[in-house]
């Protein structure tokens, strides 16, 4: 019988946790049903979801900021489709497709970079550029910052110094060293050891959503540069519209990245794909003769369908002003969110560019509020965002994210297509749930505390 992937999906309509926790990872399974996450999503649009009940959820978490362009965009749809009208040669490997230049052109028109290297996802452009690094400086180096993010890959994993991630996996290189984020002190005085071929870094740091001081990239740029160092922006988050212009360093002036990273978004949210963005120059000291030409390659970077998603996301988000759209709606969560501080003890501060937001919590004046808060980060650090990313999904319909390990910090990476009504349920849905956690005892503490519980008989087992 021919292959129906309908009626497969038909058939197995709403076996998802069984069929993953079988076969996948049962261990994230469970996460997601002890923290009510457990939701089937079968359908999505813009900004929206749908699960198989017909619930509808907005979606302030966007793929991990990879829907800028929203849930299944017309345009990227049709581009999608026409490209499988085409029966295109693909992956002919010997060849030179088309799209991957007219992508590459896009690319480096928009960024004043010269040569494109294409990926599979943002973790093996963060592989690719400390390649590139190292072969056209000849040094072993890398800085990276602390709490920041590159990847799970051996190579990224080395620059990401989250210990969460790490332990287990090492020993990691002892030529890659993470310095404070935002700390230009530091950086010059590792640089000045002449052994860096690179400092990577996220313009603002997708855990904890934390923004560097005005003139910091800058800064950090120009050393590098007088050390003979590269820069190197890790705008896979960030880039592509994100935060209200086309790469995040573009805020902070002349920042010059001699490589740049991108992916998530760049897929349109139909087919993974990342970008590699370089000089001249370095490009030639990689790729430095015909014996070298496939040096750094990989067999599906050059995927037609995902540079055609590409090509039309960048489309999209020119024709609909996606980037003052992004500065617009983040503005407006902004305002309304620190319209709240004066009612609510827990709000502490809000970190927003575009629509990159992050909502930090804190402990509260009132004694009452403030022992309930102790109780709870003795049981685990973990837990006190989720008693505000629960009840936002469970009674609201807003699906959220806690912004780390060990960070209270709410961090919101919707589409960019979202408008006004949409910020303004997610505001009124914020607003009714730090209600409820000023309420003490009430609803909130009761799910904690069983959080709380759950948590620490794990940690007793282990």
């Known amino acids: 019988m021919a292959f129906d992937l309908l009626n497969l999906i038909a058939d ?3 076996e998802n946790y069984e069929l993953y926790s079988q076969h996948v990872n049962p261990q994230f399974t469970k996460v997601l049903k002890t923290i009510g996450f457990d939701r089937i999503y079968e359908r999505g649009e813009g900004a929206w979801l749908w699960d198989v009940a017909q619930r509808k959820y ?4 966007g793929g991990y900021a990879v ?6 965009h017309p345009v990227i749809r049709k581009a999608m489709t026409d490209w499988l009208s085409t029966d295109s040669a693909n992956l002919v490997q010997f060849d030179a497709p088309l799209l991957s230049g007219l992508l590459a052109g896009e690319l480096t028109a928009r960024t004043g970079l010269d040569k494109v290297f294409f990926t599979n ?5 963060i592989e690719a550029a400390l390649k590139f690094a190292r072969c056209a400086t000849g040094r072993p180096g890398v800085i990276s910052c602390q709490s920041g993010y590159h990847g799970l890959s051996f190579g990224s994993l080395s620059v990401t110094a989250d210990e969460n991630f790490r332990e287990g996996f090492g020993p990691f290189p002892s030529e890659f060293r993470s310095i404070p984020f935002n700390d230009l002190e530091t950086l010059a005085e590792v640089l000045s050891g002449g052994d860096v071929a690179a400092f990577v870094v996220e313009p603002i740091q997708g855990k904890g959503v934390n923004i560097p001081d005005d003139g910091y990239l800058r800064e950090a740029a120009r050393l590098c540069r007088q050390h003979g160092s590269l820069f190197i922006a890790d705008e896979v988050q960030t880039g592509l519209g994100r935060t209200g212009s086309f790469l995040a360093v573009d805020h902070d002036g002349e920042v010059d990245p001699d490589i740049v990273v991108l992916s998530k978004a760049l897929s349109g949210g139909y087919v993974p794909v990342g970008a590699v963005l370089t000089r001249d120059d370095i490009w030639k000291k990689v790729f430095s003769s015909m014996e070298r030409s496939v040096v750094h390659s990989s067999t599906f970077h050059e995927n037609g ?5 590409g090509l039309s996301y960048l489309s999209v988000m020119d024709d609909e002003n996606l980037m003052e ?3 617009a709606m983040g503005g407006l969560i902004r305002d309304g969110l620190e319209s709240m501080f004066e009612k609510y003890e827990f709000l502490k501060s809000v970190r927003q560019r575009g629509l990159m937001v992050g909502i930090e919590l804190g ?5 009452k509020l403030r022992a309930a808060w102790k109780l709870v980060e003795k049981m685990d650090r973990n837990l006190f965002p989720q008693a505000v990313v629960i009840p936002l999904l469970d009674d609201h319909g807003i699906l959220t994210q806690v912004a780390g390990h060990n960070k209270p910090v709410i961090k919101l990476i919707p589409p960019l297509v979202i408008d006004e009504s949409d910020v303004n349920w997610f505001l009124e849905g914020f607003d009714a749930v730090m209600k409820q956690l000023h309420r003490f005892p009430g609803p909130a503490w009761t799910v904690l505390s069983k959080l709380g519980k759950n948590a620490v008989t794990r940690r007793d087992r282990s």
Do not use: F, I, Y
Not at 67 to 72: F, L, Q, T, W
Not at 305 to 309: D, G, W
């Open 121 to 125: 996802s943002g973790t093996e452009g």
């Open 363 to 367: 402990p509260p004046k009132s004694l």
């Open 325 to 327: 759209r992004a500065k």
């Open 58 to 61: 907005l979606d302030m978490l």
């Open 67 to 72: 829907h800028n362009a929203g849930r299944n």
């Open 12 to 14: 197995h309509r709403s």
């Open 305 to 309: 369908m995902a540079m055609a998603a």
